[in-house]
């Protein structure tokens, strides 16, 4: 097909400009801009506003918090309304999604903070409320992958809600607000370290920031081929975006045993587990009975022919009584203290034994197979390999919500699956697409904080005209790496950026404001979260305090958090103004 063709016929949008709603949306707000300008008594016209675009750094909690803080502050000093584009990684999209909630959240933002903070000081989501959720999940989506668990077991402990809201319900609720970007990563480029890894998913569409290759934001997880939509799924929920967007929140073992304990919380409440289950049951049962009576009526089920019905083995076990079920809910707990153990370097032995006496007791003496897949437990075993081979005797012993469920999680657990949806662009052909991309009918989508911690490259693109942007960094370690790696990838991608250099002596204490400008270049404002300034002699104790890995925050914690960088804005506040001032009077000279 040639790129004529099929830029013609497609659904996918293959071009550098931006998406038409964008378009009409940049409009309005340049004059919301210029209307706030002119309340800060600062000179300027509608030909010379600036485009000023605020970034979100991932970390957590921490950036949630943080840029809501931040946010609060821009707020009361009069600049929110300066803010064309808003984009986040990670927890600072955790903020965005409570947000854009709201229609035209920047009119009211402190009653809108007031009830995030509620929320995220507040009770905690429900194991019941999980359970549904996950179910949802689980059986409403082509690909279930470990960010779905993460979304319903992790996100939820730091958002405290289900936010089952779309994109797309957003449509016209925000002409008021900044442009939201959410951004991720494609993790096969990443890996591989060609084609594009840069993706933005906007209230618009989702897509390739650099290549340009676009799909409507309704579609994107549905089945593509060749530029037309073979299937429409359900569209992503926002529970499901923010775990799409933050789940790099340590290296993978921190992960995997932070999702371990997470699936042990849940499916240790036994009663629940199997309340489940007899639920599923009866409702395999009904089925069966319903399409027995639609054969036995002769009713034409497809096509004008009788189908032959297949028969549904309503009762899994060959012997279906609760002591049955038990051995295979208590073998699936000890699976999961199994692989615990061996990521905490202690000896699973025990548990091991355990899991093969069940095991000879389910199959009535008949388990010699599995028993011999299954390597002797000890300190150096390969859970991978265990864990898949008791998965998949289980799946032939019961098929039956939950438990189809938690041995599919251990699956992916062990596979590493995280962001997996259908590749819009496969076998596309276009010469502005990297050839990597239209390869395979399913991509993987992760955490941007992986490649790079701070969302530079959406707002970077040309189409964009960006002249001022405002990096708030709530990263962990070297405060000063994420302006640093955007500087080197764009020299390498030759994208207009200034050159940075930090002095010797603020790598260990930063500051709380530095600029970097070039010649035609956007200039870059960026703003560590923990600073001498606002922290003083006290810096390691808050760096401390506030560890990306660590459990929701109390009240206290957030309510400090939120005024130590709030700090970082009232503190700068006429910084900021200079160089908003500064934009204007390069873009009056340009013009």
């Not at 970007?181 to 906007?202: A, H």
């Amino acid at each position: 097909m040639s790129a004529s063709k099929c830029r013609k016929s497609s659904e996918v949008r293959i071009e550098p400009s931006l998406n038409k709603s964008e378009q009409e949306f940049v409009a309005r707000r340049r004059i919301s801009v210029l209307q706030s300008l002119q309340k800060l008594s600062t000179p300027c016209n509608q030909e010379n506003v600036p485009n000023i675009a605020l970034l979100g750094s991932g970390g957590g909690q921490r950036a949630m918090v943080g840029l809501l803080g931040c946010l609060d502050q821009l707020d009361k000093a009069g600049l929110l309304d300066c803010v064309l584009y808003l984009s986040g990684v990670s927890g600072s999209t955790w903020c965005m999604a409570s947000l854009y909630q709201e229609p035209d959240w920047s009119t009211k933002l402190q009653t809108v903070k007031d009830r995030i903070f509620s929320r995220i000081s507040g009770p905690a989501v429900s194991l019941k409320d999980k359970f549904a959720k996950l179910k949802k999940y689980f059986k409403g989506k082509d690909h279930f992958s470990l960010t779905d668990v993460w979304a319903v077991l992790a996100v939820t402990t730091f958002v405290k809600e289900i936010d089952e809201h779309t994109l797309t319900d957003q449509h016209g609720h925000n002409n008021k607000d900044p442009f939201p970007i959410y951004t991720v990563i494609d993790k096969t480029c990443k890996q591989r370290n060609n084609g594009d890894p840069w993706f933005e998913i906007t209230p618009y569409e989702a897509g390739y920031s650099l290549s340009g290759a676009f799909v409507n934001a309704s579609t994107f997880g549905s089945q593509f081929h060749q530029g037309s939509r073979k299937s429409q799924l359900n569209e992503f929920d926002m529970l499901y975006l923010q775990a799409l967007c933050g789940s790099a929140l340590a290296d993978e073992l921190e992960i995997m045993k932070m999702l371990w304990q997470k699936i042990k919380e849940l499916f240790q409440q036994k009663d629940l587990v199997l309340e489940e289950y007899k639920k599923d049951q009866q409702e395999r049962s009904q089925e069966a009975k319903g399409k027995e009576k639609e054969s036995a009526l002769g009713i034409n089920l497809q096509g004008g022919f009788k189908v032959k019905l297949p028969e549904i083995n309503v009762f899994p076990f060959k012997d279906s009584n609760s002591a049955s079920v038990d051995k295979c809910y208590q073998m699936l707990m000890n699976l999961v203290d199994m692989n615990l153990a061996v990521l905490n370097g202690k000896d699973p032995s025990a548990l091991d034994e355990s899991i093969r006496a069940k095991l000879n007791d389910l199959s009535g003496g008949q388990s010699q197979r599995i028993l011999d897949k299954l390597r002797p437990a000890d300190k150096t075993l390969c859970m991978k390999n265990y864990t898949k081979e008791l998965c998949n005797f289980l799946t032939d012993q019961i098929n039956l919500w939950p438990f189809d469920a938690w041995m599919y999680i251990c699956t992916c657990m062990d596979l590493w699956i995280w962001g997996r949806n259908y590749n819009f662009l496969h076998d596309i052909t276009d010469e502005a697409v990297p050839s990597t991309l239209p390869k395979g009918d399913t991509r993987d989508y992760i955490d941007a904080g992986l490649l790079l911690n701070s969302p530079y490259f959406s707002v970077l693109r040309k189409e964009r005209n960006v002249d001022l942007i405002i990096s708030l960094d709530f990263s962990e370690g070297d405060p000063f790496l994420t302006v640093k790696d955007a500087a080197e990838m764009c020299r390498k991608l030759n994208i207009p950026f200034p050159q940075v250099n930090i002095p010797n002596q603020d790598i260990e204490k930063p500051k709380d404001f530095y600029v970097f400008k070039g010649q035609n270049t956007p200039t870059v404002i960026h703003i560590p979260l923990f600073n001498v300034v606002n922290c003083g002699d006290k810096l390691e104790d808050w760096r401390k305090k506030y560890r990306t890995f660590q459990g929701a925050y109390s009240t206290e914690m957030i309510t400090d958090l939120m005024n130590v960088a709030g700090k970082n804005i009232s503190n700068c506040k006429e910084k900021l103004m200079e160089e908003i001032s500064a934009a204007i009077g390069q873009k009056t000279c340009s013009c």
